[in-house]
């Protein structure tokens, strides 16, 4: 169909020479026929989405062929994060094993404890702790993370530590890197050994034991006496409550009472050594323990004269 060009709709002329690739020309072909001011066109079928890249806040088509660009308007678009779920926090507190002296205090001697918790099976376990010997108190060490296994219940031993506060972290992270709340538990590696002393006053009912920090184990049984009396009876190491004492001493009923923050005992009698003489009073190490478990460093003696 031949018709004049000024005749021709701009908005058709441009639509029908989109350059949609390689083969625009092909798409759009230009004929002069006869006569000044005519052209042939050749109209293509436009393409129902074209690869036009729309920038924001606007784009447009680059000019091609003396053909003007168009302005497009870039719309809005709304991106939504999708939801994400952290896991369950683990749980985290010194390995029954590990918990040396009494089970319930978080105070052990054991230098390298295991730590162990429940976490859920399958996910990655990371740990923390504080207090590694020959770093800075404070300073907080990470551990090789671990699987939790099916089960769920975990345990990691942990590197050697010093004397002193410590505190482990525990964090449960999904295999996309989504991490738990964090889990803390702090407990105490105690190493050092108490220390006792017996100091008694003549003509007195008493003896006292003090510690150089709580005990437990210590009962009568842990003491021992030793003497020779003026008349030149000898006995040695006889239990407190053995019947001989109260014969030739004058030792009657025997009591043991302890302080409050277990650091004090006192041995009572029911009146005082009556008996001139020398007598020396043991206290024992076996069976008396710290908190931690640490076993008493030396027996504790007292000798004393009765004129």
């Not at 031949?2 to 020309?25: E, K, Q």
């Not at 939504?80 to 001697?109: F, H, M, Q, W, Y």
Request: charged share 15%; net charge positive; glycine share 8%.
């Amino acid at each position: 169909m031949n018709r004049p060009l000024s005749s021709t709709p701009r908005r058709a002329r441009w639509l029908s020479c989109l350059p949609w690739g390689r083969s625009a020309r092909d798409r759009c072909r230009q004929r002069r026929g006869a006569g000044a001011g005519f052209e042939a066109l050749e109209m293509r079928a436009v393409p129902a989405a074209f690869p036009v890249a729309v920038a924001s806040p606007a784009a447009s088509v680059t000019q091609r062929d003396g053909i003007a660009p168009m302005a497009l308007a870039a719309a809005p678009v709304t991106v939504r994060a999708a939801a994400v779920t952290a896991p369950a926090a683990p749980t985290v507190g010194l390995a029954a094993e590990s918990n040396s002296g009494i089970k319930t205090d978080a105070v052990t001697n054991v230098v390298a404890p295991f730590v162990a918790g429940r976490a859920t099976p399958g996910l990655i376990l990371t740990l923390s702790v504080t207090g590694v010997a020959g770093s800075p108190a404070n300073d907080a060490r990470s551990l090789t993370p671990v699987r939790v296994p099916p089960s769920g219940i975990w345990k990691v031993k942990l590197p050697t530590l010093a004397a002193g506060s410590h505190v482990v972290t525990a964090r449960a992270v999904t295999t996309a890197g989504v991490q738990s709340a964090a889990t803390t538990a702090s407990f105490v590696v105690d190493t050092t050994r108490p220390t006792a002393q017996i100091t008694f006053v003549p003509n007195t009912d008493t003896a006292t034991v003090r510690f150089s920090k709580p005990v437990a184990g210590l009962s009568l049984q842990s003491f021992r006496i030793s003497g020779v009396t003026a008349d030149g009876v000898q006995f040695t190491n006889l239990p407190l409550t053995d019947s001989r004492i109260a014969q030739t001493t004058g030792v009657g009923t025997v009591s043991l009472s302890r302080s409050a923050d277990g650091r004090t005992s006192t041995i009572k009698t029911q009146y005082a050594l009556a008996t001139p003489g020398t007598y020396t009073l043991r206290l024992l190490p076996a069976g008396i323990v710290d908190v931690a478990g640490n076993p008493l460093a030396a027996e504790a003696r007292l000798t004393v004269a009765i004129t």
